[in-house]
């Protein structure tokens, strides 16, 4: 599958040369760390609901992608805007720097559904697909966050969530003493699923978490319109991404239940705990109507009121954007990066828009990566912008 070769790329690119500066992944093996639904540490601390967004409740040293880290536990809030915790993972690099150190939050296509997919607990095993493109960030000498962004339920696909988790762990390990990360230029940066996370971020931070200084988001294959994106996927062969996306988003929306038959809440107790290889390869060609009582459960009305709740184009991100996508993606069409840059444009945010015609959407989230990286260079370094509204 396409997504299993970037996977392997990912993984040969991971031990190689970057910038000059070899990304280590040797960690510990697997079965010595505990997975997230056993570990103490991500139980919600005791009256958590009454600390502000962004509070650390706990922290602890661990190795992530081979390297001294900090995890953190971080007050956040859902898509309904309860109180809920988060964990975020922070690498900090022992090399000096010149200046201040930036902040990248380096968001990867979770898409998942189980607590054992989370980078918290993929960074620990060496199981992250994506350390080879977090890496280029401390390649640069940057402080790294990583947030498992999905939330406690693992909700993917609820872009409220996530962008509020993305906020809430940049808060967090800017207020930690020892990170030396108080008042550093910040970042954002994320592909597919890790860009759903980082353009809600872009948009909620200028009223959820206005004091953050967001000197720049690059965002490429961004599914910004979930509804285009589940119609393209639809019965095609990732079709399991789109129903995994529909399972995560009733996790935050338990009101679209109602429009599950036998067959959809047997899936959905299929689908608990699976990671994207499993949804991606699992139900190839399926149509979401197999599994509702609907003939079209997008038009339904608590399918139009939660898909707009979590379609992007509403608010003004104020940090500049970068915006890459494949004219070719089979999975989240190009429309939908093209719409949210127009809309943003019409609000005033600074957007400069890539459209590829050299690949697909997961060959572009590895060959997209170094004009990611050096949006973000430009941005930190405060070097004029160009845009393309």
């Known amino acids: 599958m396409k997504r299993t070769a970037l996977w392997a790329l990912l993984v040969v690119a991971a031990g190689s040369l970057v910038g ?13 760390i505990v997975e997230p639904d056993l570990d103490p540490f991500y139980r919600p601390a005791a009256g958590f609901e009454a600390a502000a967004p962004g509070t650390v409740l706990k922290q602890r040293d661990v190795t992530a992608a081979g390297l001294p880290a900090l995890q953190l536990q971080v007050r956040s809030t859902d898509a309904k805007d309860r109180p809920v915790t988060v964990v975020s993972t922070l690498i900090v690099p022992s090399t000096p720097y010149p200046g201040r150190r930036p902040l990248l939050s380096y968001q990867p296509a979770t898409d998942s559904l189980g607590d054992q997919c989370n980078p918290s607990y993929t960074l620990r095993t060496g199981t992250e697909k994506e350390t080879a493109l977090l890496g280029l960030g401390l390649a640069k000498g940057w402080a ?40 550093a230029k910040i970042g954002m940066w994320g592909y597919s699923g890790g860009a759903l996370a980082s353009g809600w971020a872009a948009e909620l931070q200028p009223t959820y978490a206005p004091k953050l200084r967001i000197a720049g988001v690059a965002a490429g294959g961004i599914p910004a319109d979930l509804t285009l994106a589940a119609k393209t996927m639809d019965g095609g062969p990732f079709s399991g991404l789109g129903l995994g996306a529909v399972n995560g988003l009733m996790r935050e929306y338990p009101e679209l239940e109602s429009l599950l038959n036998d067959a959809g809440r047997a899936l959905q107790a299929d689908m608990d705990d699976m990671c994207v290889g499993e949804l991606a390869t699992g139900y190839p060609f399926r149509k979401l109507t197999e599994f509702t009582t609907s003939p079209d459960p997008l038009n339904e009305p608590v399918g139009r009121e939660v898909l707009a709740l979590n379609r992007m184009g509403a608010q003004a991100p104020a940090a500049p954007v970068y915006l890459y996508h494949s004219k070719f993606d089979e999975l ?7 719409a949210v840059r127009r809309e943003w444009c019409a609000k005033g945010t600074k957007v400069t828009f890539h459209t ?23 941005r930190f370094s405060a070097l004029p912008l160009t845009n393309t509204c």
């Open 144 to 183: 790294v966050v990583v947030t498992d962004y999905q939330g406690p339920r693992d909700a993917y696909g609820a872009g409220r969530m996530e962008g509020h988790a993305v906020l809430d762990g940049i808060r967090g390990a800017t207020s930690v003493p020892e990170a030396g990360l108080v008042n």
């Open 332 to 338: 989240i069409p190009w429309a939908a990066g093209d």
């Open 356 to 378: 590829d015609y050299l690949s697909e959407h997961n060959v572009l989230a590895v060959t997209g990566a170094p004009a990611a990286v050096a949006y973000l260079t430009a």
């Open 20 to 32: 000059g500066v070899v990304v280590p992944t040797a960690v510990a093996a697997p079965e010595a």
